[in-house]
């Protein structure tokens, strides 16, 4: 079994930047792709952005151009670079890791954006 840790998260004001990772407890194998989600106060998941093993990469309308995704390696297996944040980008991150033929998930990480 695979634990995922998300880090990176805080406060930030309106403007700033947070990159955020995803860690797992032990090297991974049959990495297939890594997926960034988040859940704002009241409202359901939804889908933020995902890094397929050959390093093509989808995002969410409302974070093109702000956001970047990318790979790490078998254990730190990626970040999301999150940049020009806006109060509507507050809400729990979270990763997801298609490896092992498992989906696996973190607990997620905080991110506040306030003025």
């Known amino acids: 079994q695979v634990q995922l840790t998300e880090s990176g998260g805080g406060l930030v004001q309106p403007g700033g930047s947070l990159r955020l990772s995803c860690a797992a407890s032990r090297s991974v194998s049959n990495f297939n792709a890594m997926i960034w989600y988040r859940q704002a106060p009241g409202a359901e998941r939804e889908y933020v952005a995902r890094?397929?093993?050959?390093?093509?990469?989808n995002y969410a309308d409302f974070v093109k151009g702000r956001f970047t995704i990318s790979r790490g390696d078998t254990k730190n297996l990626g970040y999301l670079q999150m940049n020009n944040l806006t109060s509507e980008d507050t809400a729990v991150y979270y990763c997801s890791v298609l490896a092992e033929y498992t989906n696996y998930w973190g607990q997620g990480t905080q991110v506040t954006v306030f003025s």
């Open positions: 890094i397929h093993s050959g390093g093509s990469t």
